[in-house]
């Protein structure tokens, strides 16, 4: 089972950016899905994240400018981050709790994380 994210990149202030995470293997269901981000010099953080009923929960500097969403017959999660300012620049990492198909053990996975940047 892994994570594989996509989508980051070098974008000006007020522009936007979509980001993708996959979870591909042998995986019997998905509960919460979510995006961090890391920006040099500080902790992770959460950004955003949805359960399996597609109930979400967003970091108060983010609300109204990001979106998360699923795809749960893909098992793909998404970001769609709008009016992106130079605070949102950081290394955005997908995270899943999952039951693999081999264990049936619920498990967090994290994914290899795509670097976000924005310009003043």
């Known amino acids: 089972v892994q994570l594989q994210a996509s989508g980051g990149g070098l974008v000006q202030a007020g522009g936007s950016l979509r980001l993708s995470c996959a979870a591909s293997?042998?995986?019997?269901?998905?509960?919460?899905m979510g995006w961090y981000r890391q920006a040099p010099g500080k902790q992770r953080e959460l950004v955003a994240i949805?359960?399996?009923?597609?109930?979400?929960n967003y970091a108060d500097s983010v609300k109204g400018r990001f979106t998360i969403s699923r795809d749960n017959a893909e098992n793909t999660v998404y970001l769609q981050m709008n009016s992106l300012k130079p605070d949102d620049t950081g290394v955005y990492y997908c995270n899943a709790d999952l039951l693999p198909v081999t264990t049936m053990h619920l498990r967090n996975y994290w994914g290899q994380g795509t670097q976000v940047t924005v310009s003043s």
């Open positions: 949805i359960n399996s009923g597609g109930r979400t």
């Open positions: 293997g042998s995986i019997f269901s998905i509960n919460a």
